[in-house]
């Protein structure tokens, strides 16, 4: 057993999207393009909210930052995962797995608070319309932004330091496609209960206490509505909140499935299928999510791509 914790992994495999030869390029092909679009779209957001002074409210600063965060948690597994594709052997080193965690964490924390400070904003858009501008002060929108940084580093290098120090088995496959913290933690051969209990702890405060904080946010939204019922109330709110509903829907569903109510048998279709929804699906479709369905962005989207054409002069 001792020569077993003594061995030193240089590298790990990462077997999660492992496809025939043949089927080699069009996963590629797919792919690429998804991270390509992923970039683009959340990129066009960034700048729409930067260029247009209208814009320049607390929804669309926490929401050009949402765009900014998914922008990097695509960065942090498409380009290794393209790079695997091909390659012969679909390896990551050791130092890049600890690297990988670390991004992957602080990203996806940063997607999770955000997401808690945008639905306070709708909630005291709706719930408090005339205190509006006096709550959601350019100093309280800074230091819930400034939190959120503070807290999803520590929460990230946390679990970094505390990975970092486990030793690992001649085992060394890991069956998703980036280096998940669970399928690390089943190939460690040193203690592991400080990081399962940290994992449990801290699962609760960064992941189920925001989830919960959202849910009270539009509990109380739709308390405000039914208070004083009526069709164009009701439709305005549901066109104010219906985008950050689907993003959290298509964020903490995924994320749900996977890590709180994991398969009983194990799969890893299933597994594979669920980490692919939040890692690679959501951040390509939360542009489209609010561009498509937010008034303001699809007149900013007109502009740019349907400019009126130059008068010419005789």
């Not at 904080?213 to 019922?229: D, E, K, M, N, T």
């Not at 996977?258 to 890893?268: E, G, H, I, R, V």
């Amino acid at each position: 057993m001792k020569g077993r914790n003594q061995t030193i992994i240089s590298e790990f495999l990462l077997l999660g999207l492992s496809s025939q030869p043949q089927h080699q390029n069009l996963f590629f092909d797919l792919f690429l393009s998804i991270y390509l679009i992923t970039v683009l779209g959340n990129l066009l957001i960034i700048i729409l909210i930067r260029l247009d002074s209208h814009l320049h409210t607390p929804m669309y600063l926490f929401l050009s930052i949402l765009s900014f965060s998914d922008l990097c948690f695509s960065c942090v597994t498409m380009p290794k995962l393209l790079q695997n594709m091909q390659s012969q052997i679909p390896s990551i080193p050791y130092a890049g797995c600890l690297t990988q965690i670390y991004f992957f964490l602080f990203f996806g924390d940063l997607d999770n608070f955000i997401l808690v400070a945008m639905a306070y904003d709708r909630y005291v858009a709706i719930c408090f319309p005339l205190h509006y501008t006096t709550i959601m002060s350019p100093k309280l929108c800074l230091s819930l932004v400034m939190l959120s940084w503070v807290l999803t580093t520590f929460h990230a290098l946390l679990h970094t330091l505390l990975m970092a120090r486990l030793s690992f088995c001649v085992d060394n496959m890991i069956p998703y496609f980036f280096c998940d913290m669970s399928a690390l933690l089943k190939l460690a051969c040193s203690d592991t209960h400080v990081n399962y209990l940290v994992i449990y702890i801290m699962g609760g405060l960064v992941v189920v206490l925001p989830f919960l904080l959202i849910i009270l946010s539009y509990a109380r939204i739709v308390s405000s509505i039914l208070r004083v019922p009526s069709a164009q109330g009701i439709h305005k709110a549901f066109s104010t909140c219906g985008s950050h509903i689907s993003v959290v829907s298509l964020f903490y569903g995924p994320v749900i499935a996977l890590y709180l109510c994991p398969s009983a048998n194990n799969s890893t279709v299933k597994d594979t299928v669920m980490s692919l929804m939040y890692t690679v699906v959501t951040p390509m479709l939360n542009p489209f999510i609010y561009s498509l369905r937010n008034r303001d962005m699809k007149g900013d989207l007109g502009r740019v791509f349907c400019q009126k054409k130059i008068p010419t002069y005789v």
